[in-house]
């Protein structure tokens, strides 16, 4: 079964950097507004939680789809794909529990390194991210 993820437009906070146009030096590293539409099961926690995000939460959406590569799903899955807010729910709690991943990660990976990859990646806390 192939599975469409499903790719909205989310309403973000409206602030606009400070200096005019991106690519100066006055633009802001920590943006908090959001452009077109975008892959909900891909957004971090800090986008979630509209906290504003920088490249950090490029890495995080790379832990999924690393993921998803290796599970043919993503983490943060609902049980029903359309229904946001489980989705959203299911992100957060990464931010209250820590990142949990399902046990049968490392059968499909082959080796433990790939689960420690992905929870280097997929941290609460952004500073936290491997590579950020």
């Known amino acids: 079964m192939r599975r469409r993820t499903r790719c909205v437009a989310l309403p973000v906070s409206e602030s606009v950097p400070p200096g005019g146009a991106m690519g100066t030096a006055s633009v802001r590293p920590c943006l908090t507004r959001l452009c077109g539409g975008l892959c909900t099961e ?3 926690p800090e986008l979630i939680f509209n906290l504003g995000h920088n490249h950090a939460s490029d890495l995080w959406a790379l832990g999924v789809i690393i993921y998803e590569m290796l599970m ?9 794909p359309d229904n946001v807010t489980e989705l ?12 949990v991943l399902s046990s ?3 059968q ?10 992905i929870a280097a990646i997929l941290k609460a806390d952004p500073a936290e991210y491997v590579g950020a």
């Open 72 to 80: 043919a799903v993503t983490p943060f899955a609902p049980k029903r």
């Open 108 to 117: 499909h990976a082959g080796n433990p390194q790939a689960r420690a990859l």
């Open 104 to 106: 049968r990660i490392d």
């Open 88 to 99: 959203f729910t299911n992100i957060a709690m990464v931010k209250k529990n820590g990142l």
């Open 42 to 44: 891909y957004l971090s």
